[in-house]
């Protein structure tokens, strides 16, 4: 089973439209993390959720908006989208939200708008 | 703040050489300290981390690491590279008290024959 399961791995869309990632783990984590890889591979935590409470809100657009119905979810639903939202986005688990914790990451989905 | 420095973009060594990867940190105190690896199309696995004791760690897949504070450095190694070990290479910090993770900008790995 894979610890850390996200869908659709790739997604191609046009500017304007809104999209959804899933992300589930089966860890039994407390803390859910989205992360957005750009084109130059730069790795950036945009929230952190523990417990289905958001910890971590980094400078994101409003039009990021993540949804966690329990714990073992975390999605992130894409408003209006953009070019410059092209990236890979990572979603991803660690035990609780304390510092240290191995952070076990999912495959990525491949997001590209056009 | 916390950050972290790669200075390689791309490395290539033999297969069968040595490996060092280099990594600078910024931070008062010293943090927890990550080198996570990430093959094409895959997400990031840990290979090792850092919080305090020993300073050298040994991780996963042959590869070590060791932490000299005096440096600021936590660089990568493995002794003999194979070319499964092809891939992009990630050190992160982590000082603050949520798991708040800062990535470098990688460091990719091609091995030739």
């Known amino acids: 089973d894979t610890a850390v399961s996200q869908t659709p791995k790739y997604l191609v869309t046009q500017m304007g439209n809104d999209k959804s990632i899933k992300c589930e783990q089966n860890?039994?984590?407390?803390?859910m993390y989205w992360y957005k890889q750009d084109s130059k591979k730069f790795l950036k935590i945009m929230f952190s959720?523990?417990?289905?409470?958001?910890?971590i809100n980094e400078t994101v657009p409003n039009r990021f908006s993540p949804k966690s119905p329990d714990k073992a979810h975390l999605n992130l639903h894409i408003n209006s989208l953009e070019l410059g939202d092209s990236a890979v986005y990572f979603c991803?688990?660690?035990?609780?939200?304390?510092?240290?914790?191995?952070?076990?990451f999912g495959e990525g989905s491949w997001l590209t708008v056009v | 703040a916390q950050s972290v420095t790669q200075p390689d973009i791309h490395i290539t060594v033999s297969e069968g050489a040595s490996l060092e990867l280099r990594c600078n940190y910024s931070y008062g105190a010293t943090p927890y300290l990550f080198w996570y690896v990430q093959s094409p199309g895959q997400g990031l696995q840990l290979l090792l981390k850092?919080?305090?004791?020993?300073?050298l760690v040994q991780g996963i897949k042959g590869f070590e690491a060791e932490f000299k504070r005096s440096q600021s450095s936590f660089n990568l190694r493995k002794p003999s590279v194979h070319w499964s070990d092809a891939a992009e290479y990630f050190c992160a910090v982590n000082a603050g008290g949520y798991q708040k993770v800062t990535f470098g900008t990688g460091t990719k790995l091609q091995v030739i024959p």
């Open positions: 991803a688990s660690s035990q609780d939200s304390r510092s240290g914790n191995t952070i076990y």
């Open positions: 850092y919080f305090s004791g020993d300073t």
């Open positions: 959720y523990n417990n289905k409470e958001l910890i």
């Open positions: 860890l039994g984590h407390d803390t």
